[in-house]
């Protein structure tokens, strides 16, 4: 029978057409747009796309293993954290639920909203912030890690665009 060896190319034709148009999309965003065009771009796509990340099962699914790791052999027990990229909280509420005091920020008002709300709803005594993209707001004090989000390194912007982290 040709019908499934036929559905399984189409398929996997369709697949590449796919993933062919939206590396050229967004190739030709990254190189056509201004930073700030690729900001707004993104504080929309976050804002309609992506509400799942502010639900709250997944807010309250706790570190993936990666994370659970990386916390347990880096980070001090107990210590004061600061969450980047936060998005809706959902490393904000795992690290407090282990012990840790923690703060966080956004640039994304939609996800850190419902952030804000999850963790008001659990009393939990965290600051999640909403700041424009590409800034990272002044908070009081040290740090003893930062939990930087996978996008915000991925979607970085511009030339000056860097990660400045000291150790004491």
């Given at each position: 029978m040709i019908v499934p060896p036929l559905y399984l190319f189409l398929?996997?034709?369709?697949?590449?057409?796919?993933?062919?148009?939206?590396?050229?999309?967004?190739?030709l965003s990254l190189g056509l747009l201004?930073?700030?065009q690729l900001e707004r771009l993104t504080e929309y796509r976050y804002s309609t796309s992506f509400s799942?990340?502010?639900?709250e099962s997944y807010l309250n699914s706790g570190f993936f293993?990666?994370?659970?790791?990386?916390?347990?052999?880096?980070?001090?027990?107990?210590?004061?954290?600061?969450v980047a990229a936060a998005g809706?909280?959902?490393?904000?509420?795992?690290?407090?639920?282990?012990g840790f005091v923690v703060n966080g920020f956004d640039c994304c008002a939609p996800l850190v909203e419902g952030g804000r709300n999850e963790l008001r709803k659990q009393g939990i005594d965290a600051k999640l912030e909403y700041v424009p993209p590409s800034t990272v707001p002044e908070f009081d004090g040290h740090y003893d890690a930062?939990?930087?989000g996978f996008q915000a390194i991925c979607i970085?912007?511009?030339?000056?665009?860097?990660?400045?982290f000291s150790e004491t």
């Open positions: 398929e996997r034709l369709l697949r590449w057409v796919n993933n062919g148009a939206t590396s050229l999309i967004q190739g201004s930073n700030i799942s990340l502010a639900e293993m990666w994370e659970r790791e990386a916390i347990q052999n880096y980070f001090p027990p107990g210590g004061r954290d600061l809706a909280g959902r490393e904000m509420i795992a690290l407090a639920r282990a930062v939990l930087v970085s912007l511009g030339e000056t665009a860097e990660f400045v």
